[in-house]
C-alpha cells in the first residue's frame, strides 16, 4: 500500500444483458446476498490504496442509479455513462478518474467474485510499470473446427491462458491506448488487448476459478452454490 491512495477502479457495468433477456440488468439482479454490482464496488472499496470507484451505468440508470449503490463509501464513488460498446464506457471511466490516480483497474461488474489477492497482483505489476491481467492457464483440450465442425488441427494449451478481470496499468498506458484508439475509432475485445496493439508490455498474473464471468441463467445459481459452499 502506499501512503496516499492513487489507485482508480472504472467498474465497468454499462452492458444490456441482452443474452440473459428480461427487462432486469443482470448487474443489478441480487446474486449471493446483494445486487452483483455491489459485490465489486464494496470489495475494491475496502482497499486503502484506492481513490476512487466510478461505476460506468447504462445511460438510462446513470442519471439515477438504483438506491443500493450507496451503500458504499459515497466519498470514493462515481457513476458515469456507458457508450455504445465497451470500449467507450471505459473511455468515459477514465476520464472521470481523479487527478490523484496513478494506477487504473478495470473489472466487469460481471465478475462480482473478485479476490482480494488477485487485486493485489495486478496493482503490483502495474506499480511496476506494466500492464497485467488475471488470468488462469487453459486445461481443456482445445480443437480448431471448420464452418461444418470438422476438426482442424488440436491446438497445444501449453502457453494460453483465459484472460479474466481485474486487469491493471499505469494511469499514462491505459490512457494513451484509449486516446490512440478513439482517434482510429475502433476498440480491442479487452484493456489488455488494447494496449498491447499500441506496443505496451502487458503481462498475466494468476486468476482465480472462481472469478465466474455471469452471462447465462445458470451462472447465477453457479455463483449462489460457490458462496454456500465457502469456496
Given at each position: 500500500m502506499t501512503s496516499a491512495p492513487d489507485v482508480g477502479v472504472v467498474l465497468v457495468a454499462a452492458g444490456a444483458s441482452s443474452r440473459l433477456g428480461g427487462n432486469e440488468l443482470k448487474q443489478f439482479r441480487w446474486i449471493a446476498g446483494k445486487p452483483m454490482l455491489l459485490h465489486s464496488l464494496q470489495r475494491f472499496q475496502e482497499r486503502g490504496d484506492v481513490a476512487?470507484?466510478?461505476?460506468?451505468?447504462?445511460?438510462?440508470?446513470?442519471?439515477?442509479?438504483?438506491?443500493?449503490?450507496?451503500q458504499s463509501d459515497i466519498d470514493r464513488m462515481l457513476?458515469?455513462?456507458?457508450?455504445?460498446?465497451?470500449?467507450?464506457?471505459?473511455?468515459?471511466?477514465?476520464?472521470?478518474?481523479?487527478?490523484?490516480v496513478r494506477i487504473v483497474v478495470v473489472h466487469d461488474a460481471a465478475r462480482?467474485?473478485?479476490?482480494?489477492?488477485?487485486?493485489?497482483?495486478?496493482?503490483?505489476?502495474?506499480?511496476?510499470?506494466?500492464?497485467?491481467?488475471?488470468?488462469?492457464?487453459v486445461t481443456d483440450t482445445l480443437k480448431e473446427v471448420d464452418a461444418d465442425g470438422r476438426?482442424?488441427?488440436?491446438?497445444?494449451?501449453?502457453?494460453?491462458?483465459?484472460?479474466?478481470?481485474?486487469?491493471?496499468f499505469p494511469r499514462q498506458m491505459i490512457e494513451r491506448a484509449y486516446a490512440e484508439a478513439r482517434r482510429a475509432g475502433k476498440?480491442?475485445?479487452?484493456?489488455?488487448?488494447?494496449?498491447?496493439?499500441?506496443?505496451?508490455?502487458?503481462?498475466?498474473?494468476?486468476?482465480?476459478?472462481?472469478?465466474?464471468?455471469?452471462?447465462?441463467?445458470?451462472?447465477?445459481?453457479?455463483?449462489?452454490?460457490?458462496?454456500r459452499a465457502g469456496q
Amino acid at each position: 500500500m502506499t501512503s496516499a491512495p492513487d489507485v482508480g477502479v472504472v467498474l465497468v457495468a454499462a452492458g444490456a444483458s441482452s443474452r440473459l433477456g428480461g427487462n432486469e440488468l443482470k448487474q443489478f439482479r441480487w446474486i449471493a446476498g446483494k445486487p452483483m454490482l455491489l459485490h465489486s464496488l464494496q470489495r475494491f472499496q475496502e482497499r486503502g490504496d484506492v481513490a476512487m470507484v466510478v461505476c460506468v451505468l447504462p445511460r438510462q440508470y446513470a442519471g439515477d442509479p438504483p438506491p443500493w449503490i450507496f451503500q458504499s463509501d459515497i466519498d470514493r464513488m462515481l457513476v458515469s455513462v456507458g457508450g455504445r460498446e465497451r470500449g467507450e464506457s471505459v473511455l468515459h471511466g477514465l476520464e472521470d478518474l481523479p487527478d490523484e490516480v496513478r494506477i487504473v483497474v478495470v473489472h466487469d461488474a460481471a465478475r462480482p467474485m473478485v479476490e482480494m489477492e488477485v487485486i493485489d497482483r495486478v496493482i503490483a505489476q502495474a506499480r511496476a510499470g506494466r500492464g497485467a491481467v488475471a488470468a488462469v492457464p487453459v486445461t481443456d483440450t482445445l480443437k480448431e473446427v471448420d464452418a461444418d465442425g470438422r476438426i482442424v488441427r488440436t491446438v497445444a494449451r501449453d502457453t494460453l491462458w483465459r484472460a479474466q478481470t481485474p486487469q491493471a496499468f499505469p494511469r499514462q498506458m491505459i490512457e494513451r491506448a484509449y486516446a490512440e484508439a478513439r482517434r482510429a475509432g475502433k476498440y480491442a475485445t479487452d484493456c489488455a488487448a488494447l494496449c498491447e496493439s499500441h506496443g505496451f508490455e502487458v503481462v498475466v498474473v494468476q486468476g482465480s476459478e472462481r472469478a465466474v464471468k455471469v452471462t447465462e441463467e445458470s451462472d447465477f445459481a453457479l455463483v449462489e452454490a460457490m458462496t454456500r459452499a465457502g469456496q
